[in-house]
């Protein structure tokens, strides 16, 4: 009984959430859209002409909202992109115009073959991660389970990411929150944390954000 309550309570404060209801009128597939949204309107992320990767992209706002802050700058009218975007993800997701996806685990060769074949020998400017392991409530191994998440989109950013470009990942406060800061420090030069306002009171999620490599690629 006590289940069911929570359930009917969060489906409630779901359904009359005004960024649900927010996204639905403005044709996004999530309220997470509007996380990018204040960040990138803060920190400039997303600019034209970019190579844009989003890991973990299901179910696609953030596809959605890359690609239509590319195709407003400078206004096309072709309906076009003024840059490139591919989404990756181990679900799949309904096409998005003028998005690559690419469905599978972006650690699998397969798939980092077809992300090579989709960029056609450019870097990637800016990496975006939306990506929530699943979290059992225990508080141990889910910070593991967040750490390992983070330390793989690093590990990405490291690999493909242009010298002065970007990486943001969502993370959760928690035991492991301060050593995953401190691998950002390592490997960016700038590192902050944003919380968006969209983000729910009550979760513990937090973005960080590291811009411009500390170390090129051997």
């Given at each position: 009984?006590?289940?069911?309550?929570?359930?009917?309570?969060?489906l409630?404060?779901?359904?009359?959430?005004?960024?649900?209801?927010?996204?639905?009128?403005?044709?996004?597939?999530?309220?997470?859209?509007?996380?990018?949204?204040?960040?990138?309107?803060?920190?400039n992320?997303?600019?034209?002409?970019?190579?844009?990767?989003?890991?973990?992209?299901?179910p696609?706002?953030?596809?959605?909202?890359?690609?239509?802050?590319?195709?407003?700058?400078?206004?096309?009218t072709?309906?076009?992109?003024?840059?490139?975007?591919?989404?990756?993800?181990?679900?799949?997701?309904?096409?998005?115009s003028?998005?690559?996806?690419?469905?599978?685990?972006?650690?699998?060769?397969i798939?980092?073959?077809?992300?090579?074949?989709?960029i056609?020998?450019?870097?990637?400017?800016?990496?975006?991660?939306?990506?929530?392991?699943?979290?059992?409530?225990?508080?141990?191994?889910d910070?593991?389970?967040?750490?390992?998440?983070?330390?793989?989109?690093?590990?990405f950013?490291?690999?493909?990411?242009?010298?002065?470009?970007?990486?943001?990942?969502?993370?959760f406060?928690g035991s492991?929150?301060?050593q995953?800061?401190?691998?950002?420090?390592?490997?960016?030069?700038?590192?902050?944390?944003?919380?968006p306002?969209?983000?729910?009171?009550?979760?513990?999620?937090?973005?960080?954000?590291?811009?411009?490599?500390?170390?090129?690629?051997?």
């Amino acid at each position: 009984m006590l289940k069911n309550r929570f359930n009917k309570s969060w489906l409630h404060n779901h359904i009359n959430d005004p960024y649900v209801k927010r996204a639905r009128r403005e044709g996004y597939r999530s309220r997470a859209v509007y996380k990018l949204q204040e960040i990138d309107e803060l920190d400039n992320l997303i600019q034209p002409g970019q190579v844009i990767v989003d890991l973990g992209a299901a179910p696609g706002s953030w596809s959605q909202y890359a690609r239509n802050k590319l195709a407003a700058r400078p206004c096309r009218t072709d309906g076009g992109i003024n840059g490139t975007i591919i989404a990756l993800d181990i679900l799949p997701i309904e096409p998005i115009s003028n998005v690559k996806f690419i469905q599978g685990d972006f650690r699998n060769e397969i798939v980092l073959e077809q992300l090579k074949e989709a960029i056609n020998g450019r870097m990637i400017d800016l990496v975006i991660s939306d990506i929530a392991p699943n979290l059992s409530g225990i508080a141990v191994a889910d910070a593991a389970r967040i750490e390992h998440v983070c330390d793989l989109a690093l590990k990405f950013a490291q690999d493909y990411l242009i010298l002065d470009g970007a990486l943001l990942v969502k993370c959760f406060h928690g035991s492991k929150y301060s050593q995953i800061v401190e691998r950002f420090k390592h490997q960016f030069r700038i590192v902050a944390s944003r919380k968006p306002k969209s983000s729910r009171d009550k979760s513990s999620e937090i973005f960080i954000l590291g811009r411009i490599l500390k170390y090129p690629r051997a």
